[in-house]
């Protein structure tokens, strides 16, 4: 059972940054790099939406409209996880974060491509 374990949310004003980190267990780094990982977000009242994910290996990531040029995913996979890199956040960016795991290689932006997902962490961009 792959478990999933986000941190770094936290309370921020806009324009500010944020690094949310995503540790996965328990996996071994030759089974860590063979998922591909990815972030989405929900806001209240809304539904999940896919924010970003990186390849196996770290070298393609993908990006929602929403937050390309602002946000970078990234994977080390020595260390079991993956980041987001979150930069001038914007209050439509709050929401809680997910991480999530899927085998295969296609970056899917769909919820139901990933089985594994973590607890979520919340961020919050105030205006």
């Known amino acids: 059972q792959v478990q999933l374990v986000e941190s770094g949310g936290g309370l921020v004003q806009a324009g500010a940054s944020l690094r949310l980190s995503c540790v996965t267990s328990?996996?071994?780094?030759?089974?860590?790099?063979?998922?591909?990982m990815g972030w989405f977000r929900q806001a209240p009242g809304k539904e999940r939406e896919f924010v970003a994910a990186?390849?196996?290996?770290?070298?393609?990531?993908r990006y929602d409209d929403s937050v390309k040029g602002r946000f970078t995913i990234s994977r080390d996979n020595a260390k079991n996880t993956v980041y987001l890199q979150m930069n001038s956040l914007k209050p439509e960016d709050t929401a809680v974060y997910f991480c999530a795991a899927k085998e295969g290689f296609a970056l899917e932006d769909r919820t139901d491509m990933y089985p594994y997902w973590g607890q979520g962490t919340q961020v919050t961009a105030t205006s």
């Open positions: 328990p996996l071994s780094e030759r089974t860590f790099n063979t998922y591909v």
């Open positions: 990186v390849s196996r290996t770290g070298d393609t990531p």
